[in-house]
């Protein structure tokens, strides 16, 4: 698959901090409670903190007790790639910014009581957020 941003190793250390890069780009973790957006609430649009890409509506953010942000979807199918990721000793699938191919973090079917029983539990420093100038 072609990805429409692509980047050179050296640009992508250039344009992310450290623990931006090791998370996007190497498939890190941040760990649990302690991501800058798990705790907005605000309504607008969280987008790739790689690309910009649009990838979820604050709509779709609920409170799933995990520790990372969490979302019921994406803003269209077609905004992630979703891989079947074996690391670790157990099947998960990954998420993958489709525009610039970041890690994002994983989707679960665990998601009880949204309108599609689905958990994409993100990174909260892979995404960035725009609030809505909407009043």
Same mark, same amino acid.
């Given at each position: 698959?072609?990805?429409?941003?692509?980047?050179?190793?050296?640009?992508?250390?250039? @344009?992310?901090?450290?623990?931006?890069?090791a998370?996007?780009?190497?498939? @890190?973790?941040?760990?649990?409670?302690?991501?800058?957006?798990?705790?907005?609430?605000?309504?607008?649009?969280?987008t790739?903190?790689?690309?910009?890409?649009?990838?979820?509506?604050?709509?779709?953010?609920?409170?799933?007790?995990?520790?990372?942000?969490?979302?019921?979807e994406?803003?269209?199918?077609? @905004?992630?790639?979703?891989?079947?990721?074996?690391?670790?000793?157990?099947?998960?699938?990954?998420?993958?910014?489709?525009?610039?191919?970041?890690?994002?973090?994983?989707?679960?079917?665990?998601?009880?009581?949204?309108?599609?029983?689905?958990r994409?539990?993100?990174?909260s420093? @892979?995404?960035?957020?725009?609030?809505?100038?909407?009043?």
């Amino acid at each position: 698959m072609t990805h429409p941003i692509q980047k050179s190793d050296a640009q992508w250390r250039e @344009a992310l901090d450290p623990d931006q890069y090791a998370v996007l780009r190497q498939a @890190a973790t941040e760990r649990p409670w302690t991501g800058p957006l798990l705790d907005e609430h605000r309504a607008g649009l969280f987008t790739c903190a790689g690309c910009g890409a649009e990838l979820f509506k604050s709509g779709t953010k609920f409170d799933s007790g995990c520790g990372w942000p969490s979302f019921y979807e994406s803003i269209r199918p077609e @905004a992630v790639t979703l891989i079947e990721d074996s690391t670790l000793g157990m099947v998960r699938t990954e998420v993958r910014c489709a525009s610039c191919d970041s890690h994002l973090g994983h989707v679960f079917p665990d998601g009880f009581g949204t309108p599609t029983g689905d958990r994409y539990c993100m990174n909260s420093i @892979a995404l960035e957020f725009t609030p809505s100038t909407d009043d």
